[in-house]
């Protein structure tokens, strides 16, 4: 049984990576509780959550949603609030401004970020680093530091192999 990282009291029941300011990740296992103060939201949650909207918009299904039809695939707004599924990529652009609401709902954004954002800040993170510590390593060595020279040549060498992983 592992406890919650942030109150220490309770069984931790969700896994959470976060980001530090240098882009280091950190793993917390969050309680029930700490998750719901944080605004941390199950995957259950998004799952009720996405059900209860597609039943509502199942119920909502009016005479104008049998005229907006997909020009490429012929699905209907109407078929897509029954079955909850897009017909074709087409689908997201004749929809569009009636899927966004649904979406932000969904998501929290209309806007799809993926991952790349986040690793190429790590990456430049990475490179950032590895210049200041040259730098420092190239001082020390000027100032004749040789025992400081020694150590930032050492927490190069870790940095520039675990760049190269």
């Not at 209309?110 to 986040?118: D, L, P």
């Not at 430049?124 to 420092?136: G, I, N």
């Amino acid at each position: 049984m592992k406890i919650c990282d942030l109150c220490g009291k309770r069984e931790a029941s969700l896994s959470v990576r976060q980001l530090d300011k240098e882009g280091r990740a950190t793993e917390l296992a969050i309680c029930a509780e700490c998750a719901k103060k944080r605004g941390f939201t199950s995957v259950e949650d998004l799952k009720k959550n996405a059900a209860e909207i597609l039943a509502e918009l199942k119920a909502k299904v009016g005479e104008q949603d049998e005229t907006r039809v997909c020009p490429r695939c012929r699905l209907s707004y109407a078929d897509f609030k029954k079955s909850g599924r897009l017909g074709c990529a087409e689908c997201y652009r004749t929809f569009a401004e009636l899927l966004a609401p649904l979406v932000r709902r969904l998501h929290g954004s209309v806007q799809h970020v993926g991952k790349g954002r986040q690793r190429g800040r790590k990456r430049a993170q990475e490179r950032l680093e590895l210049a200041r510590l040259r730098a420092e390593l190239e001082q020390a060595i000027q100032d004749e530091d040789y025992e400081r020279a020694a150590l930032l040549r050492d927490r190069l060498k870790r940095a520039e192999g675990e760049g190269a992983s």
